[in-house]
């Protein structure tokens, strides 16, 4: 298999890189990663050295380039987990999140096509999403299944699912073997500190108030990293063309949950818990019903929720190195010099 995957520089591609490598069917992984922010050349350090590896400093949204490497490289499967991926900058900068996670789907997606039509061979397109794009759950609804209508609800889920159905278009329209996996949030070693695990630890070790959204009371159902991979891995190898599937950790957890099992494995009291004003449009609860993947993938989620995050919180203690140059930079940083590299206005 030669493998384009694009992402890899950040939290899940990167330990999907690792994992990928691991087998011996890779013949040629090109990771491409325009490095925004949340991508960290420093996540790839250990493939670095495998023959087999390449890393390209690109946009999926670049047509010339992707159409280059294309030809250049020649790939049978890509996995896309290029994204803009968090909902509170979706909040503010919309704009970004339709360039990267819908035009540059779109992106992946014609040059796949074309590159089918030369080789005459078919070619695999593992799309890498979400459970937001289903919306909102009441306290009693069932968990999402792979039928439950979509329902976004914020400019980063809207984006996700316009680019979930370019895939299944792409699938039934250009007969690309394209799917969709829709995971639950993922946790884990080298999560970028804005998110609500890496964000609550990294300011816990330095006593700083952890900023609760609401009443605390949101559910999400926290999935290993890993358990996420080797999902996307099954999905690659065995999975049907046109099919979407959803991978959770069936481990459902209030943010007040999480966050009390972090201060607890790290000592800390929680006096420093603080009430902040919610997020709009905030999302209740989200849950997986992994069902499908289970029965048709034999995915399973491994890690118990309490044994991945003692680990996670194991990870930050002993990489402070990665985490305190990331703390501080404010979205408006950014985006300031962001904007400017992509030629955009907000
Ligand atoms: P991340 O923000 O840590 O990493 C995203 C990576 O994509 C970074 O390396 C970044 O540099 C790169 N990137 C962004 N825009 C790009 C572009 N235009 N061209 C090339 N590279 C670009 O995100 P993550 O948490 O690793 O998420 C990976 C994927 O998984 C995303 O598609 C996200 O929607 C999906 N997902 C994430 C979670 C989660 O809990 N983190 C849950 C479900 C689905
Ligand atoms: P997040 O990690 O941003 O993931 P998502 O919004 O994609 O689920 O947030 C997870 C939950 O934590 C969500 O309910 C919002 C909440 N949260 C806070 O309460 N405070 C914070 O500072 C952050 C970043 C999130």
Sequence with gaps: MRLLVTGCCGFIGSAFLRRALADSGVERLINLDVLTYSGRRENDLEVRDDPRYRFVEGDIADAALVSSLFSEEQP????????????????????????????????LLEAARAEQERS???????????????????????????TTPLDPRNPYSA???GADLLVQAFAATHKL??????????????????????????????????????????VRDWLWVEDNCAGVWAALT?????????????????????VT????ALGKPESLITY????????????????????????????????GL?????????????????????????????????????
Excluded at 77 to 93: K, M
Excluded at 120 to 132: A, K, L, N, Q
């Design 177 to 218: 073997e394209a799917l969709v996996t829709r995971s639950s949030n993922n946790y884990g070693p080298r999560q970028y500190p804005e998110k609500l695990v890496p964000l609550m630890i990294t300011n816990a070790i330095d006593d700083l108030p952890l900023p609760i959204y609401g009443d605390g009371l949101n």
């Design 76 to 107: 049978t499967a890509i996995v896309n987990f290029a994204a803009e991926s968090h909902v509170d900058r979706s909040l503010f900068a919309a704009r970004r999140f339709v360039k990267t996670n819908i035009e540059g789907t779109l992106c």
């Design 310 to 346: 003692e680990r996670t919180v194991r990870w930050y203690v002993d990489n402070q190195d990665w985490w305190r140059p990331l703390k501080g930079v404010s979205f408006q940083e950014y985006y300031q010099q962001h904007y400017g590299k992509l030629g955009l206005s907000t």
């Design 238 to 258: 065995r999975g049907t063309s046109g099919e979407v599937y959803n991978f959770g950790g069936e481990s459902e957890r209030t943010n007040l949950d999480v």
């Design 120 to 146: 005459g061979s078919p070619i695999r397109f593992v799309h890498v999403s979400t459970d937001e794009v289903y919306g909102d759950l009441g306290p009693d609804d069932p968990a999402f299944s792979e």
């Design 159 to 161: 984006t996700k699912a």
């Design 261 to 264: 099992g972090i201060l607890s």
């Design 276 to 307: 902040v004003k919610d997020r709009p449009g905030h999302d209740r609860r989200y849950a997986i019903d992994c069902t499908k993947a289970r029965t048709t993938l034999d995915f399973t989620p491994g890690l118990r929720f309490e044994e």
